[in-house]
């Protein structure tokens, strides 16, 4: 595979861009080589500078669930654009993305638009913190909340340490208040919550975790967080930013049937331009400012372009049959990876729900970061560079979930199952 174009970009970006790219993961470091640039995409397919073509299961880390420049969304931008891309005004396109997310998920009463995911739960954690009049966080590890300061604090020492920020530029004082326990132990949860009892504001969960690979919750997780927190007087967040209209319409709140007081979305509900939105029950959203004291606000926030593309994205969501698809495909994808992979003895423990997937090299279970943490990422980083090879492309990192689009055809997915045969044989 020619890859010449994109090696000269590469050092090219790196003179005027930190590392090369605008977010970490796409610089291929956690396994080795360097990053494809890519010239455009259409439907289940990247297309780089160099010519090649790859069949696509990263989809921006989530966003293209329709597949990539879905011909509605794009003549929708278009027209769109043609009214002017942004007034800082309030727009009626505002209310009908916000109805239709309520519609969706019945627990966001009001909604708050802004434009990623990061600002969207940083925004939340600070209304939980204003309404329970608490400081106190209680963050999984494992689990991925946005770059903010006091979100990147992980755990490592235990269940009763206090978050230590591994991230210099972080003071201590930030992420004092930031509590980390181990995802699907409700035992620990427990105790912890005990010990902080009327400290802790808020837990922020991914309700099936997607940033360590994908970590599907235990029935009794959800239920106990829902339990507990209600109990002790704090707030339950789910960051559905992965899972809000993925692996449901209505998101894995729906799917569990555990409601929430605040969720976070993000990735679809922009199709693909930037959007975040976060959300809950009037009584405690109304505290957001100008309604309440609590401040946030954005210049960009409710951009009619990213509007315009979320509500066609999630129109097109709504139709009858379209969840069944993506699980069909996606089965079929990891039923042939699984195979593939037994029939050359390659240890593989693979989770999945709905459209996203996990396969993790270690004989497993895989149920926390812990546990996430043993597979082997050398195996991953070669199962990774031959698959790209042969045309396509999963995400640069073990621990990244894979996505399925609406675009992506029975023969993608014969012709990937074909190719991880080829790779997993010559391990
Ligand atoms: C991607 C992601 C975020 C951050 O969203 P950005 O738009 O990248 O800021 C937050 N939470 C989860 C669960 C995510 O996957």
Known sequence: MKTERSQQLFSEAQQVIPGGVNSPV???????GQPRFIARAKGSRLYDVDGNSYIDYVLSWGPMILGHAPATVIKAIQQAAANGTSYGAPTELEIQLAMMIREALPSMEQVRLVSSGTEAVMSAIRLARAYTKRDGILKFEGCYHGHSDYLLAKAGSGLTTLGIPDCPGVPEDFTKHTLTAPYNNVQALEQLIKRHDRQLACVIVEPIAGNMGVVPPSPEFLQALRKLTDAHGMLLIFDEVISG????YGGAQTLYGITPDLTILGKIIGGGLPVGAYGGAKDIMKMIAPSGPVYQAGTLSGNPLAVTAGIETLKRLKKPG????????SAALADGLGNAAKQAGVPLTQTRVGSMMGAFFTPGPVVDWGSAKKSDTKVYAKF???????????????????????AHTPRDIES?????????KSF
């Open 384 to 406: 990774f560079h031959q698959m790209l090879d042969a045309g396509f492309y999963f995400a640069p990192s073990q621990f990244e979930a894979a996505f399925m689009s609406l």
């Open 416 to 424: 990937t199952i074909k190719a991880a045969h080829n790779a997993f």
């Open 322 to 329: 379209i969840y069944e698809q993506l699980e069909q495909r």
């Open 26 to 32: 796409r610089a291929f470091r956690s396994v080795g």
């Open 245 to 248: 209209f993925r692996v449901q």
